[in-house]
């Protein structure tokens, strides 16, 4: 179908996002996946160019253009130009962290930190999982305890994106530990704090060039300059940006399935056996449908969401929905890619393999398929 979502400056922004990742991040690949993290210079980079902090006022270094199509337009080529999770952490700056600065950030701090998150200068994390607590996240142990004009910080964050690279980590922490969501707040962290640590950078089994890490916290003192938005509503902040994170993932998921379908077909075309194209078989020629199929089914809803986001009405549950249905069905797709290249589907040579070994991820991460449906069904009443 012909989708109906972009107009010339997206198409324009398009060209020129996709000519900076082919400049900056196709040549690091390779590199980047090795050392497990992408160099830092490419923040620098894609804020010089534009790429960061969209959503921001102009006045704090960004383009005061808060329109979500800009940043799909990013998922998408980077997808398409199968960088893997080379770009992943700029995404999770602009889409995932971004917006807590922009919603409850006061002046001083949208003053202090705006202009370094829009330049590339600080580099964002967010950090709500905890080796004890992901998906029941009231649970988490992190406290920050108020002791005059500071909060002193304990606890410890694992699987945190931008972990090594992050020079502000959005913390997500119990400021009443006898409270569970109500006890919850949101500080900011800052790289060089004095207790502030980081762990391994984890070895995963795909998104090799993404660094995701444990962070430590040691008696941390924190100024209460750097509590986001009042103490108690972290909670509420985390349910109020998560579906635009999961929204987010739903489309990168979408778009990583498209561009592995469009170089299967290419494939298909291409390799012969029995005398013929592979995907003149019924079989595959049927699997080729399906996949199809669904790829635009995804796509038509995730497009929908990107609108609804940009109008304000896009519910938890609606991003619950893409988020699980977008990422199950990216997976089914890979899988199947990677089936029908045979052997070679299995070599690096071909770009099925990382997009392959990047693609299981989405389906845990930003909250896992089984709580998607929890928040779904409760929604239905149960
Ligand atoms: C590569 C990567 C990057 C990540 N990046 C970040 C990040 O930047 N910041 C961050 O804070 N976190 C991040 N995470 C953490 C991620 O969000 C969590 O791993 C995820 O939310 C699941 O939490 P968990 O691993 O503790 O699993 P658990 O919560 O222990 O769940 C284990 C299993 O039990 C199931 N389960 C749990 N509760 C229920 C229930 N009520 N009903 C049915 N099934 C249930 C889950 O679906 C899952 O299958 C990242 C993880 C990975 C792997």
Known sequence: MLRQLFHETHELFRESFRLFVHREIVPGVEKWEKEGIVDRSLFRKAGEAGFLGMAAPEANGGAGVDDFRFNTIMAEELSHAHVGACGDGILLHNDTCLPYFLSAADADQQARWMPGICSGDLVLA????????????????TTALRVGDHYVVNGSKTFITNGINADLVILACKTDPTARHKGMSILVIEAGMDGFSRGRNLEKIGQHAQDTAELFFDDVRVPAANL???????????????????????????????????????????????????????????????????????????????????????????????????????????????????????????????????????????????????????????
Not at 126 to 141: F, K, Y
């Open 228 to 382: 986001l938005g009042e103490e108690g509503s972290g909670f509420q902040q985390l349910v109020t940006k998560l579906p635009q994170e999961r929204l987010s993932i739903a489309i990168h998921a979408v778009a990583n399935a498209a561009a592995a379908f469009s170089t299967t077909l290419d494939y298909c075309s291409q390799r012969e056996a029995f005398g013929q194209r592979i995907g003149s078989f019924q079989h595959n020629r049927f699997a080729l449908a399906e996949m199809s199929t669904e790829l635009e089914l995804g796509q038509n809803y995730v497009d929908a969401q990107v609108l609804a986001l940009n109008a304000r009405t896009l519910t938890a549950e609606d991003a619950a929905r893409a988020k699980w249905w977008c990422t199950e069905m990216s997976w089914r797709v890979l899988d199947r890619c990677l089936q029908l290249h045979g052997g070679y589907g299995y070599t690096e040579e071909y770009p099925i393999a990382r997009a392959w070994r990047d693609g299981r991820v989405p389906r845990i991460y930003g909250g896992t398929t089984e709580i998607m449906k929890e928040i779904i069904g409760r929604s239905l009443g149960f």
């Open 126 to 141: 967010i950090a709500m999982t905890e080796p004890g607590a992901g998906s029941d996240l009231a649970s988490m142990r």
